[in-house]
């Protein structure tokens, strides 16, 4: 995880309209389905011809987006979309805001554009006092059954007391199974539903105590289930779960992250799940968009098995890898240059983010960071002469093992400018300097030195880097 580091690549030339959710169906064509919040359209992209001219589906006329989170929300098509062609979408209702939960058949895989009437509601859920705390993600799950996020019915604190309310679907996670009826439901509730048995309880719920689940994934490979609950005003958080692990609770507004929230609203009892993994809001930090685990081909060897996730407002991302001992491995991966409204990954694994204004469209890449190095700087100023200067640098391996290529960084403290360079190729962007070896000099063996020199002007004080950084290791000097 150390070494691990996130990448990205612009590759949509077209500006999505306020893009919420990416899916793939696994028919082969290679196809991305992208929802759009404000339009209620579903967008279709292709690596090799880009967006298509219309979308696929188009329900604008049903929607609302008034509030800045609600519109088309979540996408899912069928599993066996070859051979039984559907998707299942998320959105808030021109009806008052109501979440909803709809099917689209198609007549064939390759279907251009799905009519809006062939429409099939499967579940709805009253969302009309505030218009955020929707969730709105749509998965099916390795159980073949479908699963819909809904947030706590909105405003801040849950002021509707809906977290812990088993009677409501609000601030939960449901569970059904649409390849069957049961009566007036066009779905069926599976048996094994934590809650179908519970007095009073929604038969739907498979998880609760949720705050805002905007994005929850499943782990391709074993099934298990990754929710991230965008926080209240102090922590976010990254829930995990094994494979048809239902019936958790997760505190929501007992608890907000490991920490208490409201503590009069907890149960003496409660038997409430803490996140694996969670962050504060310093810095700019303010809101969690849940990932994906990686079980992709290209970067296997560096990400495999490793969710990622990111922040909204800032774009930092991270990397949470269970360890299989019941303790996780994490860590920041660097930062992707978009504000991520959402992940989304093709049928073979490979990784894209969007973001919701202005639209844009990124794949994700996954690099290697050099292995750590050790090493010692020797900085000397050989001449000055009051507006200018002269100085050698001698770069010392005191490590064990040879540094095949190499970059030192450093900040000058005044307002030196680099001139001229020789044995070095030097760059310069305000105060930070960076010296990258030519490619006679690109390996340092254990003991042994690489110096290079540059001419620079300045005025004031020609005061001495305090620090110098090779390949990411601060260096003794």
Same mark, same amino acid.
């Given at each position: ?22 899916? #793939? ?24 011809? @880009? ?75 009253? &969302?009309? =006092?505030?218009?955020? %705390? ?21 405003? #801040? ?5 809906? @977290? ?21 439901? #066009? ?47 102090? %922590?976010?958080?990254?829930? %995990? ?90 860590? &920041? ?121 540059? %001419? ?10 305090? =620090? ?10």
């Amino acid at each position: 995880m150390d070494r691990l580091q996130v990448a990205s690549t612009n590759v949509g030339a077209d500006r999505l309209d306020r893009p919420t959710a990416i899916a #793939a169906p696994d028919d082969g064509s290679g196809r991305l389905f992208i929802t759009q919040k404000e339009t209620g359209t579903v967008r279709v992209y292709h690596p090799d011809d @880009g967006f298509s001219a219309d979308p696929l589906l188009d329900i604008g006329d049903r929607i609302t987006s008034g509030g800045n989170e609600q519109g088309l929300l979540g996408i899912a098509p069928s599993p066996d979309f070859a051979e039984n062609p559907e998707i299942y979408v998320a959105y808030t209702s021109a009806d008052e805001g109501t979440l909803t939960l709809s099917r689209f058949p198609m007549d064939r895989p390759d279907q251009a554009v799905v009519p809006a009437d062939s429409e099939e509601v499967l579940l709805t859920e009253e &969302h009309a =006092e505030y218009t955020n %705390h929707n969730g709105g993600d749509v998965q099916f799950g390795p159980d073949g059954y479908l699963y819909w996020s809904l947030g706590d019915g909105g405003n #801040a604190g849950d002021i509707l007391n809906n @977290g812990q309310n088993l009677s409501t679907l609000l601030g939960t996670i449901v569970r059904i199974d649409v390849g069957r009826e049961c009566g007036d439901l #066009a779905y069926c509730v599976p048996e094994d539903n934590p809650f179908v048995s519970v007095p009073d309880a929604r038969p739907e719920i498979w998880v609760y105590g949720l705050r805002n689940p905007w994005r929850f994934s499943f782990d391709p490979e074993n099934g298990s289930m990754w929710i991230a609950d965008v926080g209240q005003g102090i %922590h976010e958080e990254v829930n %995990h779960l094994s494979a048809g692990e239902g019936g958790a609770n997760f505190g929501w507004p007992c608890r907000e992250g490991p920490d208490a929230y409201d503590e009069e609203r907890c149960d003496a009892g409660g038997d409430y799940v803490d996140p694996v993994f969670s962050y504060t809001h310093e810095g700019r930090d303010c809101s969690v968009t849940g990932g994906l685990v990686y079980r992709g081909e290209e970067f296997a060897d560096l990400a495999g098995g490793t969710y990622i996730m990111a922040d909204y407002c800032t774009g930092n991302t991270w990397g949470i890898r269970p360890k299989g001992d019941g303790t996780y491995a994490t860590g &920041h991966i660097g930062t992707l240059p978009i504000q991520v409204t959402t992940f989304g990954a093709d049928a073979s694994g490979e990784f894209y983010v969007v973001n919701d204004l202005p639209g844009q469209f990124y794949r994700v890449s996954f690099e290697a960071l050099p292995p750590p190095v050790n090493c010692a700087v020797d900085y000397t100023v050989d001449s000055d002469w009051g507006s200018g200067f002269t100085a050698t640098v001698v770069v010392t391996n005191t490590g064990d093992e040879p540094i095949d290529g190499w970059e030192l960084e450093w900040d000058f403290a005044g307002d030196q400018q680099v001139t001229n360079q020789w044995q070095a190729e030097v760059a310069q962007e305000g105060s930070a300097v960076s010296a990258a070896n030519l490619e006679w000099n690109n390996v340092i063996r254990p003991g042994d030195s690489r110096s290079f020199g540059f %001419h620079a002007s300045f005025t004031g004080d020609n005061a001495a880097p305090d =620090e110098f950084t090779l390949n990411g290791s601060v260096c003794e000097g």
